[in-house]
């Protein structure tokens, strides 16, 4: 199953993507995470970020023949809550490219406060 979190890059530059998830009371998840109070999951906040960071990689020129996957990620920390009616907004920037992948730094924001952050990597689907 594909799908896509993120709605819309808001800015893009040669090292860094600006992109925003708008969270509604319509999407499948929040009815199970939590029932009385809908949250967007932190794992979908790191698949935003993760999302983020191939949108930017694919504009790098020459794109892995391949998907890219997430093959590592590091010091996630979650900060504030995602409701209904509020919008992630997602930055990552490009710390590094090698043969093997890329490494992101990426922050999700909402409302101006952090609600994830953390590193991660992304490389080739070994076929």
């Known amino acids: 199953m594909r799908f896509q979190l993120i709605d819309r890059v808001l800015e893009r530059g040669a090292d ?10 319509a999407e499948e998840y929040l009815a199970d995470h ?7 999951p932190g794992v ?5 970020m993760v999302q983020a960071g191939r949108e930017l990689a694919a504009g ?12 590592e990620v590091r010091n996630v920390k979650y900060g504030n809550m995602v409701r209904p009616g509020q919008s992630l907004t997602v930055e990552v920037t490009l710390r590094g490219r090698d043969d093997a992948g890329f490494d992101f730094n ?10 994830v ?11």
């Not at 979908?44 to 935003?48: F, G, Q, T």
């Not at 790098?60 to 093959?71: R, W």
Request: proline letters at 11%; zero cysteines; aromatic letters at 6%.
């Open 16 to 25: 860094k993507l600006t992109a925003i998830k708008s969270v509604t009371a």
């Open 34 to 40: 939590f029932p009385s109070f809908p949250v967007l």
């Open 44 to 48: 979908m906040m790191l698949e935003a």
């Open 60 to 71: 790098l020129g020459d794109p892995p023949a391949t998907p890219l996957v997430v093959s």
């Open 106 to 115: 990426g922050t999700g924001t909402v409302e101006g406060a952090v609600a």
């Open 117 to 127: 952050k953390g590193r991660f990597r992304l490389t080739p689907l070994a076929e």
